[in-house]
């Protein structure tokens, strides 16, 4: 009898298939990849299987990435599995392939992204580029569109199933946009590199169209703070006495009107109505209210408050960030691990904010797990908040929930009926915020009333206000549900009555000096609202619609792209907040400078989602909008191949430090710091000759740094340098004189004039260092000494060998951590340890090992294992047979 063979994105998702196709196709035989029953095979995918490559013979290797073999545009794109997915992908490729299977079903997410992991499965398997019919496999493609996964969702989709030729436009939109950022990547990438590797070296310089633009957003904002003028100004508040008490208010200027047109960065920009730009006026208006009487006028409104929509993946990852400070990453991670291994959260990676319309009994049975108090710890607490919701009625179907217009692949991130137990820290703060987001959204509206009341007192023929707020919430409605946290940090400001004609007398008056200040530099929960609303930074019209639900990346890949712009230390964190690097600025300046901005802006992902949306309604060709994005990679590596000038034009700086040789001025240019003569002069030939790169070994110079190391001739240990191989690398750099050239040169230094002093058995002089502590050996000192942290009595004529690398596997070591390590035997848990093996990074503590009389890695205890369940019952039913 002849099958069909479905295959869902995920396991997860193939388990629910099979829960709902059981009662109508009867009981499903278990198998290590799959389920079987008379009628249907069902397995699924891990995500992405393959992916898209250049065929063998315009596979540029990193070694030679020059414009030589520049642009790659291969006429179609081969498949590579992914390696870790390897079993998975295999154990499809026979279920495809089988006789008795005459159908492939489609059961991967709903949406462009699960077409593509269909169809790249299916190309694979068949070995070829058609994508009408599994060709020369006989089987027909068909496609199961789900929106919602209860059971009998599942099984009208199954009545349901759409043709091939229905998705195929839906198809093309999905290649397309694969191998255009293939395209894209992959040549600007190279160009880019190619021509910032140019004077020698390897300086790896990545772009692409979500990471580029993204970081532009970050570079533009650190610019606006970097030109940022500190402006003076004066506040000033009154505290005035009435007969129920006093409050406070601050003076303001009733007819201040905004300049719209005023300059970004102009003083006008900064003018509010409660700031007074002079000291002597800001004293004066203080001065003439001082212990004078004044008139009162309020105003006072109701006003209500919605509880927020439920979480979409975004929006989890920017409250968790502002509130825990929990990285995108970090958020998105916990977020699986409750789907995936607790099974107490819907699939996380949504862009959607609202359910399906059919949801509304499964939502129902949720609040009444809650309401049942199976919660952990807590969250036990919620119980009859839940109960409370389903006896007065309010879990309904309203459009603001439970629409099936806004549900895209997947519906908001809500809790299921299962209770978690055993849950980490940070995942019940996670589960804790999704809970109480997904019963808020079902309850009334929080009802305040609104006081603004306005203090006027005359003095010397002149009136001078003031304004003072109150917020009172008269019914909490869904803020009962989270207690004190959604009243702010403030809470209530409950207003002293003033009576009807009451005078109020001043009891005292401040002014305060205050400077302006910046644009705040942007945080992770700060850039994701931003790339989540990049359309609103595109002018066109119809590219801002085409924008509107995407913005840069998609809630699945925004946290990788933030991570990978770390990664590739084109910023990093400093607390909550990112900071470009230097790295990010010369990127900028380099695709301003070529004229290839496109790569900056976020209307190059507005502009293609506009055409994949044509596209998907099969109003534009594949071939077409494949030739644009040829010509496009083309025009951008022309740009940087025929740029003939020396340096580009750019914002550069003019440094502190003087010129080591001569005292001049040195002056940063695209790519390097040179000495410009006593005065400064541009023109060629001012300068005594000095001059460095600013990028050796492939990484660029911080300004701290080459202040650094032109003050005190040294800096480091630095990583983050590459090998001409491409290898990372850590090392000190130092300036040394040139007595040939008469001038100052910079170099590496791997710690060998330490090693020669070692060689040579020469004693060394300590007394002008300050020890870090005693050695674990011997008792004896433990001092900085070249490349490494070595005690007193190991050098000259040795008699301890203790030593320890200023860096290990390009993980710096500072001194305060050997401090550590010294008084404690431990250092703290270390994160930029790189194996030699693998080259991936791991986390570890630097430990001294007694019984080995050397210094080692201690690694986090890693959490328990539960009992290998499946594992057992294979054993006992082999045994059994």
Known sequence: MSKALVIAEKPSVAQDIVRALTPVDGKFEKHEEYFESEHYVVSSAVGHLVEIKAPEEFDVKRGK?????????????????????????????????????????????????????????????????????AKGLGK????????SMTPQAIRDGFDKLRSNEQMLPLADAARCRSEADWLVGINGTRAMTAFNSRDGGFFLTTVGRVQTPTLSIVVEREEKIRKHIFRDYWEIKGTFGVDAGSYDGKWFNPNFKKDKNAPEGSAEAEFKADRVWSADEAQAIADAVRNKSGTVTEEA?????????????????????????????????????????????TYPRTDSRALPEDYLGVVQQTVGMIAEGNLPGPLRELGPHAAKALKEGYIKPTK??????????????????????????????????????????????????????????????????????????????????????????DGDTNLVAVQPGEQVVNEDITVSALKTKPPARYSEATLLSAMEGAGKLVDDEELKAAMQEKGLGTPATRAAIIEGLILEKYMYREGRELIPTAKAFQLMTLLRGLGVEDLTKPELTGNWEFKLSEMEKGQLSREAFMAEIAAMTQRVVQKAKEYDRDTIPGDYATLGTPCPNCGGVVKENYRRFTCTGKHGGSDEGTGCGFSMTKIPAGRSFELPEVEQLLSQHKVGPLEGFRSKAGWPFTAELRLVRDDEANNWKMEFDFGEDAKKDEEAGEAVDFSGQTSLGACPKCGGKVFEYGANYVCENSVGQASCNFKSGKIILQQPIAPEQVEKLLATGKTDLLDGFVSNKTRRKFKAFLSWDAKAGKVGFEFEPRAAKAPAKTAAKKAAAKKAA
């Open 140 to 147: 027909d493609v068909r496609r199961l569109w789900l929106q």
């Open 301 to 345: 409104k109701p006003s209500t408050q919605a509880s927020p929509l439920l979480y979409d993946l975004t929006t989890l990852q920017r409250e968790a960030n502002s509130r825990f400070g929990f990285s995108a990453k970090t958020t998105l991670g916990l977020a699986q691990a409750l789907y995936e291994k607790h099974k107490a959260l």
């Open 400 to 489: 603001r929930v439970f629409d099936n217009a806004k549900v895209s692949d997947h519906f908001a991130i809500i809790p299921t009926l299962q209770a978690p137990t055993s849950l980490t820290e940070a995942e019940a703060k996670l589960y804790d915020m999704v809970v109480k987001r997904f019963l808020a959204v079902f309850y009334p509206s929080a009802e305040f009333m609104v006081t603004t009341r306005i203090t006027k007192v005359p003095a010397n023929g002149v009136d001078h206000h003031f304004q003072t707020n109150g917020k009172v919430l008269v019914k909490p409605g869904w803020m009962a549900v989270y207690g004190k946290e959604a009243q702010g940090e």
């Open 65 to 133: 990435w020059s414009f030589t073999h520049l642009p790659v545009i291969p006429p179609h794109f081969d498949l590579n599995p992914i390696d870790k997915s390897k079993g998975r992908l295999n154990a499809l490729v026979k279920l495809i392939k089988r006789k008795d299977v005459d159908t492939l079903i489609n059961a991967c997410d709903a949406g462009r992204e699960g077409e593509l992991i269909f169809r790249l499965i299916a190309q694979y398997a068949q070995d070829s580029t058609a994508t009408t019919r």
